[in-house]
């Protein structure tokens, strides 16, 4: 792994190759029906109006993906964030995920947002060890809250606390202002030195991404 940017429409088959298999053959994913290129650039592009989407590469090849999304829709929740993380079959155990959520708590905190959630199809050790690593607590069970692959599953959820809530909260940044911070490369940079990369390489332009 070379680079941690932000993702872009041309990333949308690569995305949906990664993705597909956590579809169609886990419950980590309470999707059914593997979404297609096109269908992950759109998500991509929806994302990138609200946080960062981004992809760790070496060379060319996308070896996974991390994002957050809103929490929920009504206006009160605007502050707090759900972060997902998916890596590539070949490219599990060696660190790209911590680098990924590395680089993408940083920029949520760099944006103002308060809290992220993650929710963990149970059991699932690997993606709990890695949420509670970086800090994610345990909140609560949603018991049974699922049905797929012939079976009801839970969903736990983690929080981790991005800063101290005190007073009135001031808006969030836009991915666009994010993207202009001088902080920016630095928070992107943050996940290549958690996976003991070396930094001296550049970190890619975000080649047009909004």
Not at 130 to 145: D, K, M, S, T
Request: include cysteine.
């Amino acid at each position: 792994m070379d680079r941690i940017r932000l993702a872009v429409p041309s990333d949308g088959a690569e995305l949906a190759a990664i993705y597909r298999p956590v579809v169609a053959s886990t419950a980590i994913s309470f999707e059914t029906e593997p979404p297609d290129g096109r269908e992950m650039v759109r998500r991509v592009e929806a994302a990138l109006a609200f946080a960062p989407w981004l992809v760790a590469c070496s060379g060319p090849e996308v070896l996974g993906y991390a994002y957050a999304a809103r929490h929920r829709d009504r206006a009160a929740y605007r502050w707090c964030v759900d972060v997902s993380v998916y890596v590539g079959e070949g490219q599990r155990r060696g660190g790209v995920g911590r680098a990924l959520y590395t680089s993408l708590l940083a920029l949520l905190r760099l944006q103002g947002f308060f809290a992220a959630h993650a929710g963990i199809t149970l059991p699932n050790a690997p993606s709990v060890g890695l949420h509670e690593a970086l800090g994610f607590r345990p909140i609560g069970v949603y018991p049974a809250v699922g049905w797929k692959l012939g079976a009801w599953r839970d969903v736990g959820w983690w929080q981790l606390e991005l800063r101290e809530r005190r007073g009135p909260p001031a808006p969030t940044l836009s991915v666009e202002d994010l993207r202009r911070s001088p902080a920016f490369e630095g928070a992107l940079l943050a996940g290549l030195a958690a996976r003991g990369a070396s930094p001296a390489g550049q970190v890619a332009a975000p080649r047009g991404a909004r």
